[in-house]
């Protein structure tokens, strides 16, 4: 399917991730129920590993497809991240042989901020945690509106 194109609902397991230059944050959810839940935080910078963490959690999840948020400017405007995660969930097909779909993450680390704070969360003590709370509104946010997802 083209890029753009409306992804199709997946059933079961999924696995989302919020693509970072130094931390991948990653949530699990299931379509059963339609709730995401934090899962990890990958914390390395080196390919090799992140991808072996990832494969990792694949054979342990068994995930229908897989969730990449995709950042953008507010007004909609891609920028360098945006590439680079587009990067990544072609990676990830490609090495996984799994459906990825894109999901706008916009506010979403804003979103994660403010959860941990309402959980008594604060400052540098939300770190190690706000990547993956992030992973898990990218992946909610799919849950609510399955059909604004693309096909990487």
Same mark, same amino acid.
């Given at each position: *399917?083209?890029?753009?194109?409306?992804?199709?609902?997946?059933? @079961?397991? #999924? +696995?989302?991730?919020?693509?970072?230059?130094?931390? /991948? @944050?990653?949530?699990?959810?299931?379509?059963? !129920?339609?709730?995401?839940?934090? #899962?990890?935080? /990958?914390?390395?910078?080196?390919?090799?590993? $992140?991808?072996?963490?990832?494969?990792?959690? !694949? &054979?342990?999840?068994?995930?229908?497809?897989?969730? %990449?948020?995709?950042?953008?400017?507010?007004?909609?405007?891609?920028?360098? *991240?945006?590439? #680079?995660?587009?990067?990544?969930?072609?990676? +990830?097909?490609?090495?996984?042989?799994?459906? %990825?779909?894109?999901?706008?993450? $916009?506010?979403?680390?804003?979103?994660?901020?403010?959860?941990?704070?309402?959980?008594?969360?604060?400052?540098?003590?939300?770190?190690?945690? #706000?990547?993956? %709370?992030?992973?898990?509104? /990218?992946?909610?946010?799919?849950?609510?509106?399955?059909?604004?997802?693309?096909? &990487?």
């Amino acid at each position: *399917m083209p890029d753009g194109v409306s992804a199709p609902d997946f059933s @079961g397991i #999924l +696995l989302a991730f919020d693509f970072g230059e130094k931390r /991948i @944050g990653v949530a699990t959810g299931n379509t059963l !129920l339609n709730s995401a839940q934090p #899962l990890t935080t /990958i914390s390395t910078e080196k390919t090799d590993e $992140r991808f072996a963490a990832i494969a990792k959690l !694949l &054979a342990e999840w068994q995930p229908s497809a897989l969730v %990449v948020g995709l950042p953008c400017h507010e007004d909609g405007a891609p920028h360098q *991240m945006t590439a #680079l995660c587009r990067r990544f969930a072609n990676r +990830l097909k490609g090495r996984f042989k799994l459906p %990825v779909i894109l999901v706008d993450e $916009r506010y979403t680390s804003a979103a994660a901020s403010e959860a941990l704070t309402a959980r008594g969360i604060h400052g540098i003590k939300q770190k190690p945690l #706000l990547d993956q %709370v992030a992973a898990q509104h /990218i992946l909610q946010a799919y849950f609510d509106e399955p059909t604004t997802g693309i096909l &990487a």
